[in-house]
Protein backbone atom coordinates (compact mmCIF):
# COMPACT_ATOMS: atom_id res chain seq x y z
CA UNK A 1 0.00 0.00 0.00
CA UNK A 2 1.14 3.56 -0.73
CA UNK A 3 3.05 5.84 2.29
CA UNK A 4 0.65 8.54 3.33
CA UNK A 5 -0.04 10.69 6.16
CA UNK A 6 -1.98 9.46 8.47
CA UNK A 7 -5.77 9.88 8.24
CA UNK A 8 -9.03 8.55 10.48
CA UNK A 9 -11.23 7.46 7.43
CA UNK A 10 -8.44 4.61 6.65
CA UNK A 11 -9.53 2.89 9.81
CA UNK A 12 -12.83 2.60 8.47
CA UNK A 13 -11.11 0.63 5.16
CA UNK A 14 -9.34 -1.81 7.49
CA UNK A 15 -11.90 -2.18 9.58
CA UNK A 16 -13.48 -2.98 6.73
CA UNK A 17 -10.84 -5.65 5.60
CA UNK A 18 -10.67 -6.94 9.00
CA UNK A 19 -14.41 -8.28 8.60
CA UNK A 20 -14.18 -9.67 4.96
CA UNK A 21 -10.67 -11.13 6.12
CA UNK A 22 -12.59 -12.53 9.44
CA UNK A 23 -13.96 -16.28 9.00
CA UNK A 24 -17.64 -17.16 8.57
CA UNK A 25 -19.24 -18.82 11.41
CA UNK A 26 -23.22 -20.23 11.72
CA UNK A 27 -24.08 -23.74 12.41
CA UNK A 28 -24.74 -24.19 8.54
CA UNK A 29 -20.87 -23.04 8.11
CA UNK A 30 -19.01 -25.43 5.58
CA UNK A 31 -15.25 -25.40 5.09
CA UNK A 32 -15.76 -24.45 1.51
CA UNK A 33 -11.85 -22.92 1.21
CA UNK A 34 -10.71 -26.26 1.29
CA UNK A 35 -12.57 -27.66 -1.57
CA UNK A 36 -11.91 -25.34 -4.21
CA UNK A 37 -9.58 -26.55 -7.29
CA UNK A 38 -6.49 -25.81 -6.37
CA UNK A 39 -6.39 -27.67 -3.31
CA UNK A 40 -5.57 -30.75 -5.55
CA UNK A 41 -3.69 -29.01 -8.33
CA UNK A 42 -0.60 -28.12 -7.63
CA UNK A 43 -0.31 -26.39 -10.65
CA UNK A 44 -3.22 -23.74 -10.12
CA UNK A 45 -1.78 -22.72 -7.25
CA UNK A 46 1.57 -21.84 -9.03
CA UNK A 47 -0.96 -19.93 -11.56
CA UNK A 48 -2.79 -18.44 -8.81
CA UNK A 49 0.38 -17.07 -6.67
CA UNK A 50 1.45 -15.07 -9.84
CA UNK A 51 -1.76 -13.72 -10.83
CA UNK A 52 -2.04 -11.85 -7.43
CA UNK A 53 1.96 -10.92 -7.70
CA UNK A 54 2.55 -10.40 -11.46
CA UNK A 55 -0.95 -9.59 -13.09
CA UNK A 56 -1.22 -6.69 -15.27
CA UNK A 57 -4.49 -5.00 -13.61
CA UNK A 58 -3.22 -5.09 -10.49
CA UNK A 59 -0.18 -2.93 -11.18
CA UNK A 60 -2.52 -0.79 -13.03
CA UNK A 61 -4.56 -0.86 -9.99
CA UNK A 62 -1.07 0.48 -8.35
CA UNK A 63 -1.18 3.46 -10.53
CA UNK A 64 -4.83 4.37 -9.98
CA UNK A 65 -4.07 4.80 -6.49
CA UNK A 66 -1.04 6.91 -6.56
CA UNK A 67 -3.56 9.08 -8.61
CA UNK A 68 -6.36 9.64 -5.87
CA UNK A 69 -3.28 9.39 -3.42
CA UNK A 70 -1.91 12.59 -4.97
CA UNK A 71 -5.54 13.93 -5.25
CA UNK A 72 -6.15 13.52 -1.44
CA UNK A 73 -3.41 15.16 -0.43
CA UNK A 74 -4.76 18.41 -2.93
CA UNK A 75 -7.70 18.05 -0.88
CA UNK A 76 -5.84 18.51 1.98
CA UNK A 77 -3.45 21.70 1.44
CA UNK A 78 -5.89 24.04 1.88
CA UNK A 79 -6.67 23.99 5.20
CA UNK A 80 -2.25 23.79 5.87
CA UNK A 81 -0.23 26.98 6.46
CA UNK A 82 0.33 28.41 2.61
CA UNK A 83 3.53 30.14 1.90
CA UNK A 84 3.87 32.17 -1.05
CA UNK A 85 5.93 34.58 -2.89
CA UNK A 86 7.56 36.47 -5.98
CA UNK A 87 10.27 38.34 -7.11
CA UNK A 88 11.14 40.37 -9.71
CA UNK A 89 14.27 41.94 -11.49
CA UNK A 90 14.37 44.36 -13.80
CA UNK A 91 16.63 47.15 -15.90
CA UNK A 92 14.95 50.52 -15.92
CA UNK A 93 15.53 54.15 -16.31
CA UNK A 94 13.90 57.34 -15.69
CA UNK A 95 12.89 59.26 -18.70
CA UNK A 96 11.81 62.06 -17.36
CA UNK A 97 15.35 63.36 -15.55
CA UNK A 98 18.07 64.06 -17.75
CA UNK A 99 21.57 61.99 -18.17
CA UNK A 100 19.47 59.21 -15.93
CA UNK A 101 21.25 56.17 -16.11
CA UNK A 102 20.14 52.36 -16.38
CA UNK A 103 19.95 50.91 -12.83
CA UNK A 104 18.73 47.76 -11.24
CA UNK A 105 15.44 47.05 -9.80
CA UNK A 106 14.25 44.13 -7.53
CA UNK A 107 11.01 43.55 -5.89
CA UNK A 108 9.78 40.64 -4.29
CA UNK A 109 6.66 39.88 -1.70
CA UNK A 110 6.61 37.31 0.71
CA UNK A 111 3.21 35.70 2.22
CA UNK A 112 2.28 33.65 4.95
CA UNK A 113 -1.09 32.41 5.11
CA UNK A 114 -3.83 30.10 6.77
CA UNK A 115 -7.16 29.36 6.07
CA UNK A 116 -9.52 29.64 9.52
CA UNK A 117 -13.25 29.32 9.02
CA UNK A 118 -15.01 27.95 5.76
CA UNK A 119 -17.71 26.81 7.75
CA UNK A 120 -16.58 22.83 7.45
CA UNK A 121 -16.33 23.06 3.80
CA UNK A 122 -12.26 22.71 4.16
CA UNK A 123 -12.83 19.91 6.25
CA UNK A 124 -15.59 17.86 3.92
CA UNK A 125 -13.03 18.47 1.27
CA UNK A 126 -10.22 16.54 2.87
CA UNK A 127 -12.48 14.05 4.19
CA UNK A 128 -13.66 13.68 0.39
CA UNK A 129 -9.89 13.11 -0.88
CA UNK A 130 -9.86 10.52 1.46
CA UNK A 131 -13.15 8.76 0.97
CA UNK A 132 -12.53 8.66 -2.77
CA UNK A 133 -8.98 6.97 -1.97
CA UNK A 134 -10.70 4.47 0.26
CA UNK A 135 -13.16 3.87 -2.55
CA UNK A 136 -10.14 3.46 -4.95
CA UNK A 137 -8.52 0.84 -2.50
CA UNK A 138 -11.76 -1.17 -2.21
CA UNK A 139 -11.48 -1.23 -6.18
CA UNK A 140 -8.36 -2.24 -5.55
CA UNK A 141 -9.58 -5.36 -3.49
CA UNK A 142 -12.41 -6.22 -5.85
CA UNK A 143 -9.62 -6.98 -8.46
CA UNK A 144 -7.81 -9.37 -6.55
CA UNK A 145 -11.50 -11.10 -5.86
CA UNK A 146 -12.13 -11.36 -9.37
CA UNK A 147 -8.55 -11.79 -10.84
CA UNK A 148 -8.64 -15.01 -8.78
CA UNK A 149 -11.96 -16.12 -10.19
CA UNK A 150 -11.04 -15.41 -13.70
CA UNK A 151 -7.86 -17.79 -13.46
CA UNK A 152 -9.40 -20.70 -12.16
CA UNK A 153 -11.94 -20.41 -14.71
CA UNK A 154 -9.21 -20.14 -17.77
CA UNK A 155 -6.87 -22.75 -15.88
CA UNK A 156 -9.77 -25.29 -15.57
CA UNK A 157 -10.92 -24.81 -19.47
CA UNK A 158 -6.76 -25.33 -20.36
CA UNK A 159 -6.92 -28.36 -18.70
CA UNK A 160 -10.06 -29.49 -20.24
CA UNK A 161 -8.19 -28.61 -23.78
CA UNK A 162 -5.74 -30.63 -22.55
CA UNK A 163 -6.91 -33.42 -21.84
CA UNK A 164 -9.50 -33.45 -25.34
CA UNK A 165 -6.12 -33.65 -27.04
CA UNK A 166 -4.71 -36.65 -25.17
CA UNK A 167 -8.25 -38.09 -25.98
CA UNK A 168 -8.26 -36.88 -29.05
CA UNK A 169 -4.47 -38.35 -29.76
CA UNK A 170 -5.84 -41.83 -28.15
CA UNK A 171 -8.97 -41.66 -30.75
CA UNK A 172 -6.63 -41.70 -33.92
CA UNK A 173 -4.06 -43.73 -32.76
CA UNK A 174 -6.90 -46.31 -32.59
CA UNK A 175 -8.16 -45.26 -35.66
CA UNK A 176 -5.02 -45.64 -37.53
CA UNK A 177 -4.37 -49.68 -36.04
CA UNK A 178 -7.87 -50.08 -37.07
CA UNK A 179 -7.04 -48.69 -40.66
CA UNK A 180 -4.02 -50.89 -40.82
CA UNK A 181 -5.65 -53.73 -39.73
CA UNK A 182 -8.30 -53.54 -42.85
CA UNK A 183 -5.55 -52.36 -44.81
CA UNK A 184 -3.83 -56.07 -44.44
CA UNK A 185 -7.78 -57.42 -44.89
CA UNK A 186 -7.91 -55.38 -48.10
CA UNK A 187 -4.07 -57.13 -49.37
CA UNK A 188 -5.51 -60.70 -48.17
CA UNK A 189 -8.95 -60.39 -50.31
CA UNK A 190 -11.09 -59.97 -46.87
CA UNK A 191 -11.90 -56.46 -46.84
CA UNK A 192 -13.42 -53.69 -49.49
CA UNK A 193 -11.48 -50.79 -50.76
CA UNK A 194 -14.67 -48.89 -49.53
CA UNK A 195 -14.14 -49.97 -46.15
CA UNK A 196 -10.59 -48.94 -46.11
CA UNK A 197 -11.32 -45.20 -47.75
CA UNK A 198 -13.90 -44.61 -44.63
CA UNK A 199 -11.55 -45.48 -42.27
CA UNK A 200 -8.67 -43.19 -43.97
CA UNK A 201 -11.54 -40.05 -44.39
CA UNK A 202 -12.34 -40.96 -40.35
CA UNK A 203 -8.66 -40.92 -39.10
CA UNK A 204 -7.95 -37.97 -41.16
CA UNK A 205 -10.82 -35.98 -39.94
CA UNK A 206 -9.65 -36.53 -36.42
CA UNK A 207 -5.79 -35.63 -37.35
CA UNK A 208 -7.62 -32.56 -38.20
CA UNK A 209 -9.66 -32.07 -35.12
CA UNK A 210 -6.52 -32.94 -33.10
CA UNK A 211 -4.17 -30.02 -34.89
CA UNK A 212 -7.23 -27.59 -34.20
CA UNK A 213 -7.71 -28.65 -30.51
CA UNK A 214 -3.37 -28.27 -30.22
CA UNK A 215 -4.01 -24.79 -31.66
CA UNK A 216 -6.84 -23.51 -29.40
CA UNK A 217 -5.24 -25.39 -26.68
CA UNK A 218 -1.93 -23.02 -27.08
CA UNK A 219 -3.76 -19.88 -27.48
CA UNK A 220 -5.73 -20.54 -24.55
CA UNK A 221 -2.41 -21.25 -22.42
CA UNK A 222 -0.81 -18.07 -23.84
CA UNK A 223 -3.86 -15.99 -23.48
CA UNK A 224 -3.12 -16.73 -19.61
CA UNK A 225 0.31 -16.31 -19.19
CA UNK A 226 -0.63 -12.87 -20.69
CA UNK A 227 -3.10 -12.02 -18.06
CA UNK A 228 -1.03 -12.68 -15.27
CA UNK A 229 2.58 -12.26 -16.43
CA UNK A 230 3.71 -15.57 -16.27
CA UNK A 231 5.64 -18.21 -18.65
CA UNK A 232 3.31 -19.96 -20.76
CA UNK A 233 5.53 -23.37 -20.94
CA UNK A 234 5.44 -23.39 -16.96
CA UNK A 235 1.44 -23.17 -16.91
CA UNK A 236 1.79 -26.47 -19.61
CA UNK A 237 3.95 -27.97 -17.36
CA UNK A 238 2.20 -28.06 -14.04
CA UNK A 239 -0.99 -29.18 -16.05
CA UNK A 240 -2.83 -32.49 -14.50
CA UNK A 241 -3.74 -35.06 -16.22
CA UNK A 242 -7.73 -34.35 -15.98
CA UNK A 243 -9.94 -32.11 -14.01
CA UNK A 244 -9.74 -33.59 -10.19
CA UNK A 245 -12.40 -35.30 -9.18
CA UNK A 246 -14.59 -32.64 -7.28
CA UNK A 247 -15.32 -33.52 -3.41
CA UNK A 248 -18.65 -32.10 -3.80
CA UNK A 249 -21.34 -30.85 -1.01
CA UNK A 250 -24.60 -32.50 -1.07
CA UNK A 251 -28.07 -30.94 -1.64
CA UNK A 252 -28.21 -30.42 2.43
CA UNK A 253 -25.17 -28.29 2.50
CA UNK A 254 -25.72 -26.22 -0.78
CA UNK A 255 -29.22 -25.25 0.79
CA UNK A 256 -27.83 -24.46 4.09
CA UNK A 257 -25.39 -21.94 2.13
CA UNK A 258 -28.15 -19.30 2.64
CA UNK A 259 -27.50 -18.85 6.20
CA UNK A 260 -24.17 -17.17 5.59
CA UNK A 261 -25.59 -14.78 2.56
CA UNK A 262 -26.61 -12.21 5.16
CA UNK A 263 -22.97 -12.11 6.10
CA UNK A 264 -21.43 -11.89 3.09
CA UNK A 265 -23.41 -9.07 1.87
CA UNK A 266 -22.43 -6.89 4.73
CA UNK A 267 -18.80 -8.00 3.88
CA UNK A 268 -19.42 -7.34 0.14
CA UNK A 269 -16.68 -5.35 -1.78
CA UNK A 270 -18.69 -3.66 -4.22
CA UNK A 271 -21.37 -2.89 -1.76
CA UNK A 272 -18.87 -1.37 0.28
CA UNK A 273 -17.92 0.87 -2.36
CA UNK A 274 -21.34 2.14 -3.09
CA UNK A 275 -21.59 3.09 0.55
CA UNK A 276 -18.39 5.33 0.19
CA UNK A 277 -19.76 7.07 -2.79
CA UNK A 278 -23.02 7.95 -0.98
CA UNK A 279 -20.09 9.83 1.93
CA UNK A 280 -18.91 10.96 -0.86
CA UNK A 281 -21.44 12.83 -1.94
CA UNK A 282 -22.92 13.88 1.25
CA UNK A 283 -19.59 15.96 1.66
CA UNK A 284 -20.25 17.70 -1.83
CA UNK A 285 -23.10 18.61 -0.41
CA UNK A 286 -21.87 20.50 2.73
CA UNK A 287 -19.41 22.12 0.63
CA UNK A 288 -22.07 23.10 -1.74
CA UNK A 289 -24.27 24.60 1.10
CA UNK A 290 -21.19 26.79 2.18
CA UNK A 291 -20.34 28.21 -0.62
CA UNK A 292 -22.03 31.55 -0.28
CA UNK A 293 -21.16 32.31 3.01
CA UNK A 294 -18.01 34.71 4.21
CA UNK A 295 -14.85 32.50 4.74
CA UNK A 296 -12.21 33.90 7.52
CA UNK A 297 -8.62 33.78 6.93
CA UNK A 298 -4.79 35.28 8.31
CA UNK A 299 -1.68 36.19 6.65
CA UNK A 300 1.60 37.77 7.36
CA UNK A 301 4.12 38.85 5.56
CA UNK A 302 6.52 41.72 3.55
CA UNK A 303 6.24 43.28 0.60
CA UNK A 304 8.38 45.85 -1.01
CA UNK A 305 6.42 48.31 -3.96
CA UNK A 306 7.67 49.39 -6.94
CA UNK A 307 6.75 52.97 -6.94
CA UNK A 308 5.05 55.40 -4.34
CA UNK A 309 2.25 57.52 -4.53
CA UNK A 310 3.76 59.69 -6.29
CA UNK A 311 5.09 57.71 -8.89
CA UNK A 312 8.75 58.01 -7.34
CA UNK A 313 10.77 54.76 -7.32
CA UNK A 314 10.75 53.17 -3.39
CA UNK A 315 12.25 50.42 -2.13
CA UNK A 316 11.20 50.27 1.18
CA UNK A 317 10.06 47.16 2.94
CA UNK A 318 6.37 47.25 4.23
CA UNK A 319 5.44 44.24 6.67
CA UNK A 320 2.18 42.87 7.19
CA UNK A 321 -0.60 40.96 8.94
CA UNK A 322 -4.04 40.67 9.02
CA UNK A 323 -7.63 38.97 8.56
CA UNK A 324 -8.92 38.49 5.08
CA UNK A 325 -12.29 37.97 4.32
CA UNK A 326 -13.76 36.51 1.21
CA UNK A 327 -17.67 36.48 0.34
CA UNK A 328 -19.40 35.55 -2.49
CA UNK A 329 -22.64 37.47 -2.23
CA UNK A 330 -24.13 36.77 -5.53
CA UNK A 331 -23.67 33.59 -7.41
CA UNK A 332 -25.96 34.06 -10.34
CA UNK A 333 -27.72 30.48 -8.68
CA UNK A 334 -24.49 28.59 -9.02
CA UNK A 335 -24.65 27.63 -4.90
CA UNK A 336 -28.60 26.75 -5.00
CA UNK A 337 -27.21 25.16 -8.30
CA UNK A 338 -24.57 23.35 -6.72
CA UNK A 339 -26.89 22.40 -3.72
CA UNK A 340 -29.69 20.89 -5.63
CA UNK A 341 -26.92 18.73 -7.90
CA UNK A 342 -25.35 17.16 -4.87
CA UNK A 343 -28.71 16.28 -3.03
CA UNK A 344 -29.55 14.55 -6.20
CA UNK A 345 -26.73 12.57 -6.62
CA UNK A 346 -26.78 11.09 -2.77
CA UNK A 347 -30.37 10.00 -3.66
CA UNK A 348 -28.94 8.71 -6.96
CA UNK A 349 -26.64 6.84 -4.84
CA UNK A 350 -28.90 5.64 -1.81
CA UNK A 351 -30.92 4.11 -4.62
CA UNK A 352 -27.55 2.24 -6.31
CA UNK A 353 -26.74 1.29 -2.77
CA UNK A 354 -30.19 -0.40 -2.24
CA UNK A 355 -29.67 -2.00 -5.41
CA UNK A 356 -26.49 -3.22 -4.93
CA UNK A 357 -27.83 -5.24 -1.98
CA UNK A 358 -30.66 -6.09 -3.54
CA UNK A 359 -28.24 -7.36 -7.09
CA UNK A 360 -26.42 -8.95 -4.54
CA UNK A 361 -28.90 -11.27 -2.68
CA UNK A 362 -30.02 -12.06 -5.96
CA UNK A 363 -26.36 -13.58 -7.37
CA UNK A 364 -25.57 -15.38 -4.03
CA UNK A 365 -29.35 -17.12 -4.54
CA UNK A 366 -28.26 -17.61 -8.01
CA UNK A 367 -24.95 -18.90 -7.13
CA UNK A 368 -26.27 -21.20 -5.03
CA UNK A 369 -29.04 -22.64 -7.61
CA UNK A 370 -26.15 -23.32 -10.08
CA UNK A 371 -23.88 -24.91 -7.74
CA UNK A 372 -27.18 -27.50 -7.03
CA UNK A 373 -27.49 -28.03 -11.05
CA UNK A 374 -23.84 -28.54 -11.64
CA UNK A 375 -23.90 -30.81 -8.25
CA UNK A 376 -26.53 -32.91 -9.75
CA UNK A 377 -25.29 -32.68 -13.12
CA UNK A 378 -21.68 -34.05 -12.19
CA UNK A 379 -23.07 -37.28 -10.08
CA UNK A 380 -24.41 -37.96 -13.56
CA UNK A 381 -21.58 -37.47 -15.23
CA UNK A 382 -19.30 -39.32 -12.98
CA UNK A 383 -21.98 -42.63 -13.21
CA UNK A 384 -21.72 -42.48 -16.80
CA UNK A 385 -17.92 -42.12 -16.94
CA UNK A 386 -18.14 -45.32 -14.55
CA UNK A 387 -19.93 -47.44 -16.85
CA UNK A 388 -18.49 -45.98 -20.17
CA UNK A 389 -15.24 -47.45 -18.73
CA UNK A 390 -16.45 -50.71 -17.41
CA UNK A 391 -18.29 -51.32 -21.30
CA UNK A 392 -14.71 -50.93 -22.77
CA UNK A 393 -13.45 -53.67 -20.28
CA UNK A 394 -16.04 -55.73 -20.85
CA UNK A 395 -15.69 -55.75 -24.94
CA UNK A 396 -11.66 -56.05 -24.40
CA UNK A 397 -12.91 -59.19 -22.63
CA UNK A 398 -15.33 -60.22 -25.48
CA UNK A 399 -13.01 -59.65 -28.13
CA UNK A 400 -10.17 -62.62 -26.62
CA UNK A 401 -13.41 -64.53 -26.62
CA UNK A 402 -13.95 -63.79 -30.25
CA UNK A 403 -17.99 -62.31 -29.06
CA UNK A 404 -17.28 -59.09 -30.15
CA UNK A 405 -15.37 -57.64 -32.80
CA UNK A 406 -12.84 -54.67 -33.18
CA UNK A 407 -15.83 -52.37 -34.80
CA UNK A 408 -17.58 -52.90 -31.11
CA UNK A 409 -14.34 -51.53 -29.43
CA UNK A 410 -13.77 -48.63 -31.67
CA UNK A 411 -16.91 -47.43 -31.28
CA UNK A 412 -17.22 -47.91 -27.29
CA UNK A 413 -13.62 -46.03 -26.86
CA UNK A 414 -14.92 -43.26 -28.68
CA UNK A 415 -18.01 -43.19 -26.80
CA UNK A 416 -15.59 -43.28 -23.48
CA UNK A 417 -13.41 -40.22 -24.99
CA UNK A 418 -16.74 -38.21 -25.24
CA UNK A 419 -18.20 -39.12 -21.80
CA UNK A 420 -14.52 -38.19 -20.29
CA UNK A 421 -14.80 -34.52 -21.74
CA UNK A 422 -18.28 -34.28 -20.65
CA UNK A 423 -17.08 -35.90 -17.52
CA UNK A 424 -14.39 -33.08 -17.22
CA UNK A 425 -16.37 -30.16 -18.10
CA UNK A 426 -18.47 -30.96 -15.46
CA UNK A 427 -16.13 -31.14 -12.71
CA UNK A 428 -14.96 -27.93 -14.01
CA UNK A 429 -18.23 -26.27 -14.15
CA UNK A 430 -18.78 -27.60 -10.57
CA UNK A 431 -15.07 -26.22 -9.70
CA UNK A 432 -15.91 -22.78 -10.95
CA UNK A 433 -19.78 -22.27 -9.27
CA UNK A 434 -18.20 -23.48 -6.40
CA UNK A 435 -15.43 -20.76 -6.44
CA UNK A 436 -17.97 -18.13 -7.36
CA UNK A 437 -20.06 -18.67 -4.46
CA UNK A 438 -17.24 -19.05 -2.12
CA UNK A 439 -15.86 -15.83 -3.56
CA UNK A 440 -18.99 -13.94 -3.16
CA UNK A 441 -19.45 -15.13 0.74
CA UNK A 442 -15.94 -13.60 0.98
CA UNK A 443 -13.87 -16.79 1.53
CA UNK A 444 -11.98 -16.73 -1.53
CA UNK A 445 -8.49 -17.71 0.39
CA UNK A 446 -5.83 -16.25 -2.25
CA UNK A 447 -8.04 -13.04 -2.89
CA UNK A 448 -7.84 -12.68 1.20
CA UNK A 449 -4.68 -13.44 1.62
CA UNK A 450 -3.47 -10.74 -0.68
CA UNK A 451 -5.85 -8.59 0.62
CA UNK A 452 -4.82 -8.53 4.01
CA UNK A 453 -1.33 -8.52 2.95
CA UNK A 454 -1.97 -4.96 1.51
CA UNK A 455 -3.72 -3.93 4.76
CA UNK A 456 -0.83 -4.53 7.02
CA UNK A 457 1.46 -2.64 4.47
CA UNK A 458 -1.23 0.43 5.46
CA UNK A 459 -1.00 -0.50 9.22
CA UNK A 460 2.74 -0.70 9.40
CA UNK A 461 2.54 3.15 7.21
CA UNK A 462 0.08 4.16 9.32
CA UNK A 463 2.34 2.95 13.06
CA UNK A 464 4.98 4.79 11.52
CA UNK A 465 3.77 8.18 11.38
Known amino acids: MLERTKRNNTLGVIAFVAIISSPITTAS ?33 DYIEQDYEGRRLVAAAP ?111 NASVVQVYNLEVRANGTELDLLKAENAFQTQVDTLARLIGYDSQLIIDGLPSEVPKANPLDSSQIA ?80 RGGIASAAAKIEQMKHQFETAKSNYQFEL ?21 VRARKLVKEIQEQIEVGI ?11 ALASQEVRTNTSRSEYHNALANITSLLGLDPYAQKFIEKRTQRLNLSLASE
Open 29 to 61: ATDLATRLPETSISGLNSVLEAAMTGADSLQLR
Open 79 to 189: KKLQFGGRATYRKEQDIDRENAELGDRLSYSLSLSKSLFHWGALEANREKGEINLEIQELATFETYRRLALDVRKKYLSIVIYHRNIELKRKTLEQQKNRLRLEQERLEAG
Open 404 to 414: ANETSLENAVI
Open 256 to 335: SLSGLFDKGIASSISIARSQKSIDSFEKDLHIAKQRSKPKFGVSIGVTQFEIDELGRNRGEEIFFGGVTVTWNIFSSGTT
Open 365 to 385: EQAQKLLDLNHRILERDEGGL
